[in-house]
């Protein structure tokens, strides 16, 4: 089992506990935090989206002969190394600034529910 496949299974955990919890509880920071969990493992799969395994580049021939004296060298020559996106990752570091300013929005709400109604839950809907 490569690295790869152990995090896209933890990030699949975290996210089916985050949902869970998310649906059974009622307290509403519990639902915050069950949130939080979920976007960590957003952020977890998106890392490991953004890894690049070593690749040999690519052998072309070049177009015409280099005419000036600097020192030239061939890619093939080098070795192929690990590599990663940055997309992915100013992604995550995006997600993470509006996932905890989200969580201080939602507390903030969640601590005004509780000191109109006494309680930090929702009030049930009556049918």
């Known amino acids: 089992m490569t690295a790869q496949a152990i995090y896209l299974t ?3 955990l975290l996210f089916s506990l985050g949902l869970t ?3 059974l509880t009622h307290h509403l920071i519990r639902k915050v935090l069950a949130l939080n ?3 960590s493992a957003v952020f977890l799969l998106l890392v490991v989206i953004g890894y690049r395994p ?3 580049p690519p052998t072309e021939p070049p177009l015409e002969p280099a005419r000036s004296s600097a020192v030239t060298v061939d890619s093939a020559s080098l070795p192929p190394k690990d590599g990663t996106d940055p997309v992915p990752h100013a992604l995550v570091l995006t997600g993470i600034v509006v996932s905890f300013s989200a969580s201080a929005l939602a507390v903030a709400l969640s601590r005004r ?3 109109v109604t006494g309680e930090a839950r929702l009030p049930e809907e009556q049918a």
């Open 10 to 12: 933890a990030a699949l």
């Open 54 to 56: 070593a690749q040999q």
């Open 21 to 23: 919890a998310l649906l």
């Open 113 to 115: 529910v509780h000191a």
């Open 37 to 39: 969990v979920m976007a």
